[in-house]
């Protein structure tokens, strides 16, 4: 019951919070964009996502990174990750933000949202039209050779959607193929994010407090002649045993 009254109480609290980062840090955004450019902007970005990133602590919640040490420099990274919540982002640019970490969106996601979708539209990702699926492929292929000639990081959620029941859905190997194939140097890490469903199982009100968030980094994968398709499983089946799930087989 305390729980539950503290959900209520806290909820608006953290919402203000994160309203404001994203109103406030729109026009930083756009001011550093046009003055410095990339890298100041960049530099703008990595403070909004840690704020909106830690004040979850308004709730309560615990957030724990374990295997940062893991994520290599110097070369493109491929981030496999499950998909929970819209919260899942701010996670993947924290724990990824010295690799630059680009995504796959959808369309909707580049309008009307303050500092997200001026971040997609402006800082490297794409933006994909999941009713025309031959252009979301050359914009992956393009995404790849992006990250290929600067060493940057996409992230990928290749479940497709979020998984609304917390329940993780089959990754799709298509995506990760798509980017590899124009981003051969590649180094793929799979990234497990626990905690997220749960804090936002009722949306965005109330969420619930006490969560420990758990944001795991794998072992990077050289895909180099491996088969896209069993490779995929296989991380699929890394994160769902990290999320006490159920294990996947081929056959399913």
């Not at 980062?21 to 990339?38: A, D, E």
């Not at 933006?127 to 290929?148: F, S, T, W, Y």
């Not at 000639?149 to 979020?162: S, V």
């Not at 469903?197 to 009100?205: N, R």
């Amino acid at each position: 019951m305390i729980k539950k009254l503290l959900s209520y109480l806290l909820t608006p609290i953290y919402l203000i919070c994160f309203g404001l980062l994203l109103v406030i840090f729109h026009p930083i955004q756009m001011i550093t964009r046009w003055i410095w450019g990339y890298p100041v902007r960049k530099k703008a970005v990595d403070v909004l996502n840690y704020g909106l990133l830690y004040s979850l602590r308004i709730l309560g919640t615990k957030i724990t990174f374990s295997g940062l040490e893991k994520i290599p420099q110097g070369r493109p990274l491929i981030i496999v990750a499950n998909h929970q919540t819209t919260l899942d982002i701010p996670a993947v640019i924290v724990g990824f933000r010295k690799n630059h970490p680009k995504f796959i969106s959808k369309i909707e996601l580049g309008k009307w949202i303050p500092s997200i979708s001026y971040n997609l539209r402006h800082g490297g990702s794409v933006l994909i039209d999941r009713k025309n699926p031959r252009q979301a492929v050359k914009d992956i292929l393009e995404l790849g050779k992006h990250i290929e000639a600067n060493n940057y990081a996409a992230c990928i959620f290749p479940e497709g959607t979020r998984a609304k029941d917390g329940k993780l859905k089959s990754f799709m190997p298509a995506g990760i193929a798509s980017l590899y194939k124009t981003a051969p140097s590649a180094l793929i890490v799979p990234f497990a994010i626990d905690g997220n469903y749960e804090l936002m199982k009722h949306g965005y009100f109330p969420m619930t407090v006490g969560v420990h968030l758990k944001l795991t980094v794998f072992d990077p994968i050289e895909p180099k002649g491996m088969d896209m398709t069993e490779l995929t499983l296989k991380i699929e089946n890394m994160i769902r045993k990290e999320l006490g799930q159920e294990i996947r087989t081929a056959s399913v």
